[in-house]
């Protein structure tokens, strides 16, 4: 079956430090790729998207580039803030059983300190 | 509201009390997943309704969970004769039609059983 394998964490950073989390996946079909975020308190938001081989999602200076030969969705980011502290789930879409499934990563806890 | 609602935000249940949760999509969507978010964890799929219709209860884990989504829109999770491994955030995500479109999810309902 599908599945999603991102690092784990805590990861812990300074203020304006380079962030990547990574993630790679294992789909039967072409699957979509997601990455979430889940601030404390807070319920799950999408954070970006690519829908094919390729394609960079983008969002909040968040970049991910959808790899198809190494099945993976790097999550970077160049310069974080103290306000991305948060959990970031990679996750995938894709077609099962007749409907498209949403299958998700154990979450990537980020620590920015100032 | 246009996002997902999820009702009650928490709940503590004594050990064997039944549960309900409820979850109120967004208006039009047509697909309705519910999750499993056990503490520290990534979200574990339960169950899938295509409007009324429940298409994929493969992640149930017992037959003590039951889900249900009558008329199409409002879904209601049950769960009988609570555990204590029950004890985690069940999250409700709605999605519209489409493979590369992300699932918008409510801020969940956090168990707790004492």
């Known amino acids: 079956g599908d599945s999603v394998t991102q690092m784990e964490g805590p990861v812990t950073l300074s203020e304006e430090a380079f962030l990547t989390i990574n993630c790679t996946y294992t789909?039967?079909?072409?699957?979509?790729l997601f990455w979430y975020v889940q601030y404390p308190g807070e319920g799950l938001q999408l954070l970006l998207k690519?829908?094919?081989?390729?394609d960079k999602g983008s969002n909040k200076g968040f970049e991910a580039t959808y790899r198809k030969e190494t099945t993976s969705f790097h999550l970077e980011k160049g310069s974080v803030q103290v306000s991305d502290s948060a959990v970031y789930f990679c996750a995938l879409s894709d077609q099962t059983g007749g409907y498209q499934k949403v299958t998700f990563g154990t979450g990537t806890k980020l620590q920015v300190i100032p | 509201g246009a996002g997902v609602s999820q009702s009650p935000r928490y709940k503590v249940a004594k050990r064997g009390q039944d549960v309900a949760l409820r979850c109120d999509p967004i208006?039009?969507?047509?697909?309705l997943f519910w999750y499993q978010q056990a503490l520290g964890q990534g979200p574990e799929f339960l169950t899938y309704f295509q409007n009324e219709a429940q298409l994929d209860k493969s992640g149930l884990p017992s037959d003590r969970f039951f889900a249900e989504r009558p008329e199409g829109s409002v879904s209601t999770l049950k769960i009988q004769r609570t555990q204590q491994e029950d004890s985690a955030v069940y999250l409700c995500a709605s999605r519209g039609q489409g493979g590369g479109t992300e699932a918008f999810f409510g801020q969940g309902t956090r168990l707790t059983v004492v």
């Open positions: 690519a829908t094919k081989a390729d």
């Open positions: 789909a039967t079909g072409y699957p979509s």
């Open positions: 208006s039009g969507h047509v697909s």
